[in-house]
Nanobody, 114 residues
Framework: QVRLVESGGGLAQPGGSLNLSCAAS????????MAWYRQAPGKQRELVAT???????DYTNSVKGRFTISRDNAKNMVYLQMNSLKPEDTATYYC????????WGQGTQVTVSS
């Protein structure tokens, strides 16, 4: 059974940090390119960061220098380290695997507020 389970969200102050995790199961994790997306209320889902199966990374401009995506193929995990958080980072964050791009988990809520 395919599953992607996100965790690690919560409330953070502006300038703070959070580390999101995504646990994958039911897929051959190592061959998938992985990504983090986010969706703020009333907005479309947007791509935040990607990491290929060769560990190449890319980021949307608004998070470059603040967010870091990583993966652990031995644990079937992908992470998103978020530093210097801003209120505009508030959203529900989702991970996605390209070989099962149709599948979306429940996401994890990130709220940045003082």
């Amino acid at each position: 059974q395919v599953r992607l389970v996100e965790s690690g969200g919560g409330l953070a102050q502006p300038g703070g940090s959070l580390n999101l995790s995504c646990a994958a199961s039911g897929i051959i994790f190592s061959i998938n390119n992985m990504a983090w997306y986010r969706q703020a209320p009333g907005k479309q889902r947007e791509l935040v960061a990607t990491i290929t199966n060769n560990y190449n990374t890319d980021y949307t401009n608004s998070v470059k220098g603040r967010f870091t995506i990583s993966r652990d193929n031995a644990k079937n995990m992908v992470y998103l380290q978020m530093n210097s958080l801003k209120p505009e980072d508030t959203a529900t964050y989702y991970c996605n695997a390209d070989r099962i791009s149709w599948y979306w988990g429940q996401g994890t809520q990130v709220t940045v507020s003082s």
